[in-house]
């Protein structure tokens, strides 16, 4: 419940986390549905060579982002390496 969560936090247009879904024909999909339940959904996102996302909204306005494989990924997996200084690495190899 928010109102035991100490400073309120305000997370409106944040994604705490992602999904990933196939393709762009997916997130059609998942857009459609997300309308026709009365949602609100932003439009597909551009992320070039990464491929395409699409942020639905719960009703407090969090984003749950829907991620697509981009070009050169066909197993869709994406990991990331955070380091000590610099921005994180990110790879689509699985590593376990």
């Known amino acids: 419940m928010r109102s035991r969560v100490p400073g309120q936090p305000k ?15 997916e997130l059609e999909a998942v857009r459609t549905r997300a309308t026709d ?8 996102i551009d992320r070039g060579a990464d491929g395409p996302a ?6 407090d306005g969090t984003a749950i982002r829907f991620l697509a ?3 050169g990924n066909e197993t869709g997996f994406v990991g990331v390496e955070f ?5 994180p690495i990110f790879y689509d ?3 376990l």
């Open 11 to 25: 997370l409106s247009g944040f994604d705490l986390f992602s999904l990933g879904v196939q393709d762009r024909a």
């Open 37 to 44: 339940l009365g949602g609100r959904v932003s439009d597909l």
């Open 54 to 59: 699409l942020d639905v909204f719960d009703p």
């Open 69 to 71: 494989s981009g070009a």
């Open 83 to 87: 380091q000590r200084s610099g921005p």
């Open 93 to 95: 190899e699985r590593r």
